[in-house]
DNA sequence: TATCCTATATATAAGGA
DNA sequence: TTCCTTATATATAGGAT
């Protein structure tokens, strides 16, 4: 995910995903450990690699079997509440990225027409036809009340700021978004909470 | 491990470490559905918390059943050997830095000689009698052979050019010997090891 | 193949809101 | 508490060796 980012799917190149398999289960473990060590907890991790018939696990046999132990005596309805583990962390994934969609498209809008606003002030002419009037509208009076306020406050002359707030370009919306639904482990797992997505 | 490097050992202070394990746990889990997804594994990870009975798994409840089942009909050989992973992993690890820092010094005493040699040139005078004479001569005289190959190769003049080579100062070099001390996970773990580590 | 390098992408500790 | 933000530390893809 450097130097290009690679989308998640399976690497159909041999050495480039055996490359990359041993990078990250290096990491992986590396990344179990440290969790393990700083919160004190039990942890352990299982990885199969393609050619090896046995796993390589962290943190020891002995202590994954300590933690299977544990795992495989949890009483049946417990398990059953965690079966649903998956759904859930996925679903929190989901909505997560929702709701940043949401803000950033707001975010948009209102760069939108910021500039648009300026534009007008520029030329003296509406350039675009395609605005929603109201929302338009909006804009120019939250403006000019931040204006106002503004001019209230300081007592003084200050020209009219647009503030650098980070927010992305369109064209850079449009790559989240098409980023998102490129996410298949996010689709293919939660079908319920998948079909929503495509209404994003 | 940002805004301040963190040292790898539990963290006391309770609300901070709940703040990492949440953060942790899910960037772990992430990791372990990438390099599920890209290079086409099984895989599985178990993680306890400290406040529930009931461990966060990933993939799914289902699928850890079932790499567990595999995992535990190895043949009980196999086991004995996987045993021996995460030492292994370690010693990797530890023959891995010693190699480093071995290379390392090399250069830094090559670096050294290169420095006192160019001294002894421009001052006409040995400027530090605590060197290795052996050593140093042998730089000088590689050093020659180097400069009397490229005056064949070039058939031209040039000056006598040192390679920036990036290697580390003595300050960089203690360093890295001190923060490889601290690496309590590599210390605690492999006492065969370990023990030769003080030797370094 | 294995290792090293380095430009980028991610992860994440602190510090607010 | 949970969510953001931001400055740094890590992870890592693609190349070079």
Redesign the interface.
């Known amino acids: 995910m450097t130097r290009k980012k690679?989308n998640?799917?399976?690497?159909t190149n041999e050495s480039k995903?055996?490359a990359?398999?041993k990078k990250?289960?290096s990491?992986?473990?590396k990344?179990?450990?440290?969790?393990s060590?700083?919160?004190?907890?039990?942890?352990?991790?299982?990885?199969?690699?393609?050619d090896e018939?046995?796993?390589?696990?962290?943190?020891?046999?002995?202590e994954?079997q300590r933690?299977?132990h544990?795992?495989?005596t949890?009483p049946k309805l417990?398990?059953d509440?965690?079966?649903l583990?998956?759904e859930t962390?996925l679903k929190k994934r989901i909505n997560k990225a929702r709701e940043q969609l949401i803000k950033q498209r707001n975010e948009n809008m209102k760069k939108k027409m910021d500039l648009l606003m300026f534009k007008c002030l520029s030329t003296g002419t509406i350039v675009d036809n395609n605005i929603d009037v109201n929302c338009f509208s909006w804009v120019i009076d939250e403006t000019l009340k931040e204006v106002e306020c503004k001019r209230t406050r300081d007592q003084s002359q200050g020209g009219i700021h647009v503030a650098e707030n980070g927010s992305r370009t369109l064209s850079e919306e449009k790559e989240l978004v098409d980023a998102m639904l490129k996410q298949?482990?996010l689709m293919d797992s939660v079908h319920s909470v998948g079909n929503e997505m495509l209404h994003f």
Not at 8 to 11: A, F, G, P, S
Not at 31 to 35: D, M, P, S, T, V
């Open positions: 690679v998640l799917e399976y690497i995903r055996k990359t398999y990250r289960k990491c992986l473990l990344k179990a450990n440290e969790i060590t700083l919160c004190g907890i039990q942890a352990c991790a299982i990885v199969y690699s393609h018939p046995n796993p390589e696990v962290w943190p020891s046999h002995f994954v933690v299977l544990k795992f495989e949890l417990e398990k509440k965690k079966m583990d998956q962390f298949d482990w």
